[in-house]
């Protein structure tokens, strides 16, 4: 494959978005119970439709309908795992892309290991800070993404910085799963998950940074950076996405 083909730009992230808007893709999400409401809020604030359920009884009829999964293992317990295996075997039957953020598994040794044991079940996209990466070894996934000040992505191939963001963001707990919500309503629309988490990741950080004038602090941030995000236009994203590139 030409590598340049795979390699995101600013333009790319608009025609995404503007994608994504389009088409109104259906997001279920396995997440963090704190911050639900947030992550529902922030898929839907960029045109796509976000399923919750966590019902053991009903989450693989909800992956059967949805077009991606996104899997976070914050508030992990012993029905939820039983509920996060139905759903990837799920998305996995029916050919789904699908992301894990295995959110603290360097606090776990338990959580470690069925972030392991899940990251063995292919995911398109593996998310995580630097600490959690370091930890789950060898990533069987499309796409590794390392988040930070500056996220880091490599697909094998090529390397790509996005380096949009504010650090308010680190003071609204969520956001980071909101992303992974964002990421996976892009994957939903293109193929190429380099292309896909760049662009989503970019849309999330120009939002924050045109967000933040508008904002007195933490509290009214969040309510300004889901409001960026709904209103979010192409010629944001191609003034001030930036997205880097490297040779893996």
Same mark, same amino acid.
């Given at each position: &494959?030409?590598?340049?083909?795979?390699?995101? /730009?600013? @333009?790319?992230?608009?025609?995404?978005?503007?994608?994504?808007?389009?088409?109104?893709?259906?997001?279920? !999400?396995? &997440?963090?119970?704190?911050?639900?409401?947030?992550?529902?809020?922030?898929?839907? @604030?960029?045109?796509?439709?976000?399923? &919750?359920?966590?019902?053991?009884?009903?989450?693989?009829?909800?992956?059967?309908?949805?077009?991606?999964? /996104?899997?976070?293992?914050?508030?992990?317990?012993?029905?939820?795992?039983?509920?996060?295996?139905?759903?990837?075997? &799920?998305?996995?039957?029916?050919?789904?892309?699908?992301?894990?953020?295995?959110?603290?598994?360097?606090?776990?040794?338990?959580?470690?290991?069925?972030?392991?044991?899940?990251?063995?079940?292919?995911?398109?996209?593996?998310?995580?800070?630097?600490?959690?990466?370091?930890?789950?070894?060898?990533?069987?996934?499309?796409?590794?993404?390392?988040?930070?000040?500056?996220?880091?992505?490599?697909?094998?191939?090529?390397?790509?910085?996005?380096?949009?963001?504010?650090?308010?963001?680190?003071?609204?707990?969520?956001?980071? !799963?909101?992303?992974?919500?964002?990421? @996976?309503?892009?994957?939903?629309?293109?193929?190429?998950?380099?292309?896909?988490?760049?662009?989503?990741?970019?849309? /999330?950080?120009? @939002?924050?940074?045109?967000?933040?004038?508008?904002?007195?602090?933490?509290?009214?941030?969040?309510?300004?950076?889901?409001? /960026?995000?709904?209103?979010?236009?192409?010629?944001?994203?191609?003034?001030?996405?930036?997205?880097?590139?490297?040779?893996?």
């Amino acid at each position: &494959m030409n590598e340049s083909l795979s390699r995101p /730009t600013a @333009a790319d992230a608009a025609e995404l978005l503007a994608r994504v808007r389009a088409r109104r893709p259906r997001v279920h !999400c396995l &997440m963090n119970s704190v911050v639900q409401k947030f992550t529902a809020d922030g898929i839907t @604030a960029v045109g796509a439709i976000p399923s &919750m359920t966590a019902s053991l009884d009903e989450v693989a009829d909800f992956v059967a309908r949805a077009d991606v999964l /996104t899997v976070n293992l914050g508030t992990l317990d012993a029905e939820r795992r039983h509920v996060i295996r139905l759903a990837v075997d &799920m998305a996995n039957a029916g050919g789904k892309p699908w992301i894990l953020d295995p959110v603290h598994c360097d606090y776990s040794p338990g959580r470690l290991a069925f972030a392991q044991e899940l990251i063995g079940l292919g995911p398109t996209v593996v998310r995580g800070n630097r600490a959690e990466m370091a930890l789950i070894g060898e990533v069987r996934a499309s796409l590794a993404i390392e988040t930070g000040p500056v996220d880091r992505l490599c697909d094998g191939a090529v390397q790509v910085t996005v380096e949009n963001g504010h650090a308010w963001m680190a003071g609204v707990t969520g956001t980071g !799963c909101l992303s992974g919500g964002v990421i @996976a309503a892009f994957l939903a629309v293109e193929g190429n998950a380099l292309k896909a988490a760049a662009a989503a990741l970019a849309t /999330t950080g120009v @939002a924050a940074e045109l967000a933040a004038p508008e904002a007195r602090g933490p509290g009214s941030f969040g309510i300004a950076f889901l409001d /960026t995000l709904a209103s979010l236009s192409a010629d944001d994203l191609l003034k001030h996405a930036r997205i880097r590139h490297a040779t893996a």
